[in-house]
């Protein structure tokens, strides 16, 4: 079965520009979560979809973030229009049940490395 | 907020050596603790987990991790550490939507 994968690996872009990542879940998985580590920093909750239904974009940083999950297969985070501090690397993760409280496994892709010059 | 704390940003081993990652999360009725690992350019792998059963937990590739209520604590060990450990690990604790995450330990294995 294929893990969660993610497109691209690295992106590097100017100060001002647009970039958009993709993240492909497990199929089958409802549940699709975005998560930013910025350098030095612990891995940050961005946003949560159901489906696709956003169910919680409480980490989203502002306005410049856009998340999609049109036919709640993949998803994209559109950044626009980049900022330095946006530099990190953005996790995308995924699972069938939602409740991690109770210990259900988030799957996590090899994330994007974002580089904001 | 609920929270994890990693006491340290960066141990160094040498292989054949215990390994031990501290851990320790803020208070709560009843927590969902994980460790994950990255390798580089990979992604973040389980290695174990726990769910209010067992408090010592085994993960795979030798790693267990024991919790510790009165401490607050989810410390992960190894008993012997191999060159291929060498990588970042990640203590978090899952809420009811997300995972709350560590900084981070990066764990450096000397031959």
């Known amino acids: 079965e294929a893990g969660v994968t993610q497109f691209p690996s690295h992106s590097v872009i100017e100060k001002g520009q647009t970039v958009t990542l993709r993240c492909d879940p497990i199929?089958?998985?409802?549940?699709l979560y975005w998560y930013r580590r910025v350098m030095g920093k612990e891995i940050k909750f961005l946003l949560h979809?159901?489906?696709?239904?956003?169910?919680?974009e409480s980490g989203m940083p502002n306005n410049r973030f856009l998340a999609e999950r049109t036919g709640g297969t993949y998803s994209t985070l559109k950044v626009q229009p980049a900022e330095l501090e946006d530099s990190g690397v953005y996790f995308c993760?995924?699972?069938?049940?939602?409740?991690?409280?109770?210990?259900?496994?988030?799957?996590f892709g090899p994330g994007t490395r974002l580089t904001v010059l | 907020a609920q929270s994890v704390t990693q006491l340290d940003s960066h141990v160094s081993v040498s292989e054949g050596t215990p390994v031990l990652l501290r851990c320790n999360y803020s208070?709560?009725?009843?927590?969902?603790l994980f460790w994950y690992v990255q390798h580089p350019n990979k992604g973040l792998q389980l290695l174990l987990k726990?769910?209010?059963?067992?408090?010592l937990v085994k993960g795979i590739n030798g790693f267990e991790a024991e919790f510790k209520k009165s401490e607050t604590s989810f410390h992960l060990t190894k008993p012997s550490a191999h060159m291929s450990d060498a990588a970042e690990y990640f203590c978090?604790?899952?809420?009811?939507?997300?995972?709350?995450f560590g900084t981070g330990t990066k764990l450096q294995v000397i031959p």
């Open positions: 726990y769910t209010s059963a067992a408090t």
């Open positions: 993760a995924s699972s069938q049940d939602r409740g991690v409280a109770k210990g259900n496994e988030q799957f």
């Open positions: 978090a604790r899952g809420g009811y939507q997300k995972v709350t």
């Open positions: 208070s709560s009725y009843s927590p969902s």
């Open positions: 979809f159901v489906k696709e239904s956003k169910q919680d």
């Open positions: 199929s089958g998985h409802d549940n």
